[in-house]
């Protein structure tokens, strides 16, 4: 099968063959990544879960650079090559390697050293421990997080080049090096945690192995001559450029704190009502909902380039046709993901559970009710990708922003005390602000259409 090229005119045949790759490239990331907490739940028991789910907001945070660097620069780089320049296209490129390779030992020298007063602080709030419980919970915080922050560089890599692949014309072997990442992943997590009983550093162990493999890689294709659009070459710092691709990416840098900070509400919240038990079930509703959501930002950073180079082209024709798909096949996905979420909801739950009852019931019920924001998420999804494409971050970043933190955190916070809700209104909660970030991108979408003609 021929290479699709950015530069092609795109039918929903050729756009889907695009950007198929990028969506199972993000499908497995979202699955190897749940992997620990399969193993974890099933091998270990419930408070290293809870412990894993705890302290994962942490590591989040800190890596969410990687994707800042990764989707602000690609969208620099893909209009460099839509403008005809590719020997600027890969000094930028060249230099947010270089940059995020230096960031990330920083940050990681950072995450290590605060990880116990981190851990003390996100467990204050249980109330259902015991101080050696309690005590326990910490300690396995303590050690997940600096297993895997002692490779948050391979981390932040592996987060950076799932959109340069699909930047260079190679969105397959993007795919291939995911897939070799979750493979390691998979079958060290079972030697490790099932096999030879590490526990939770055991899984930690296996992820930082298979994150060395998804951002060393990648590292050493760019590095050698090769046939796509990118290589790795001398370059020299940017700062101006380097500050244009923060604030272009700021929007992914903001919802991945974003996310990582409202699980840390929600967890709050639910130590306050229900005690650990209701992290552990927030816990498995993440995972099998980031499933879900990976299709979306699949199918966003597949068709980022396509629009960065568009837009780098003045091909406004192209522009309108690949946005009008857009929206048609997010909201038909939607509507598809919310159906499968409500079906399988009780043996989706029953996967992580360990055979515990009161766990299951509670992860079920959540699940029915929180995939009800799946009609909306994938739309305001795009939105905000396809505003980052356009090197419009200010916009992007307002959606981005919005959705994940002012809207969700006014959802969790008021939901539950309304009309006696309780844990179902946190449950409820991503269905609010959902439908709140519709109105927000819906009208930016029109507010700019005069300055981007994709309309």
Known sequence: MSRIKLSEHFNYGRLMRFVLPSIIMM????VYGIVDGFFVSNFVGEIPFAALNLIFPMIMILGSVGFMLGTGGNAVVAKA?????????????????YTTLVVGALLAAVGIAFARPVAKLFAKSETTMSAAEKAELIEHCVQYARVILAVLPAFMLQNAFQGFFVTAEKPRLGLYVTVAAGCTNMLLDALFVAV?????????????L??????VLPLLYFARKNDSLLRLGKTRFNGGELIRVCVNGSSELMTNISLSLIAILYNAQLMDLVGYIGVSAYGIIQYIGFIFIAVFLGYSIGVAPIVGYHYGAQNDSVLRNIFKKSILITLTLGIVMTLIAVLFARPFSAIFT??????????????????????????NIFGSAFFTALGCGGVSLLISFSRTLVFQAFSVLVLPKLFGLGIDGIWGAVILAEGLSLILTLAMFVIRKHKYHYI
């Open 81 to 97: 090559l839509g403008e005809g320049n590719t020997e600027k296209a890969n000094k930028i490129f060249s230099m947010l390697v």
């Open 354 to 379: 360990g055979g515990n009852q009161a766990l299951l019931d509670l992860t079920a019920r959540g699940m029915r009710i929180n995939a009800f924001g799946f009609l909306l998420c994938g739309f």
């Open 196 to 208: 030879f009983k590490w526990g939770l550093v055991g899984a930690a162990a296996a992820t930082a």
């Open 27 to 30: 499908v497995f990331v979202s």
């Open 210 to 215: 298979s994150q060395c493999v998804g951002g």
